[in-house]
C-alpha cells in the first residue's frame, strides 16, 4: 500500500466516525461535516474524470457546493520528490511519459477542449503560507508550480477546472491574469 492510499483510508475512517457521531448527536439543526467524500482514484484518466463527475454530483446532491469553504485535497506520489510538495499550479496538458493504469497514453491532448493547451489553472489557496506553517511544525515540505503531465496533473486540472467553472472566482488561469 503505498502513503497515499494509508492518508485516505485514514481519513475515510475518520469520515465513518464523524457520521456515526453526527448521527448520534442530531438535534434537529443538522451536522455540519468536516469531511464529506474519501476516495482513492485509479491511476487513469477516464476515472479521473468519472469519479470527480461523481463526486461533484454527490456534493451537489448534498447541498455541499455553495461557498468559499469546500476544498479537494488530492495525494499523490511523485518518486523523485525528497519532501511534501504542495501544488500551486496545474495545466491543460495531457502528455503522458506512460500509460496509464487503463493504457491510455495521450501526447500534447488538451484535457479541456474548450481551453487552450497548456493554459495553467492556479489555486488561491496561498500555498506558500501553508508550506511556511508545515516547515514550523517539522516537515520538510515545498511548493511546486509543476505537478508533470501524468496522472496528478490530469486529476489536478480537471478539479481546478471543475471548480472553476462552479466557482470562477476562486482560481485563477494564465487568460485571466493576462487581463487583470
Partial sequence: ???????????????????????EQASGRGHSKKISICRIIKTG???VTNDLDE?????????????????F????????ASAFQLESTAFNDASFRIPDENGYQPKNIQIDDEIPLR??????????????EMEKKGFDVQVSGDPGRFVCNYLYWSSLN???KQFPSVVESDSEESTS
Fill in 119 to 132: 493554459e495553467r489553472l492556479s489555486t488561491s489557496l496561498n500555498v506558500r503560507k501553508l508550506c511556511t
Fill in 55 to 71: 463526486i461533484t454530483e454527490s456534493l451537489k446532491t448534498k447541498g455541499l457546493i455553495r461557498g468559499k469553504h469546500l476544498v
Fill in 73 to 80: 485535497i488530492h495525494f499523490g506520489v511523485n518518486y523523485k
Fill in 45 to 47: 484518466a477516464m476515472d
Fill in 1 to 23: 500500500e503505498n502513503p497515499t492510499s494509508t492518508i485516505v483510508n485514514y481519513l475515510e475512517s475518520q469520515r465513518k466516525e464523524e457520521e456515526e457521531e453526527g448521527k
Fill in 162 to 164: 471543475n471548480i472553476r
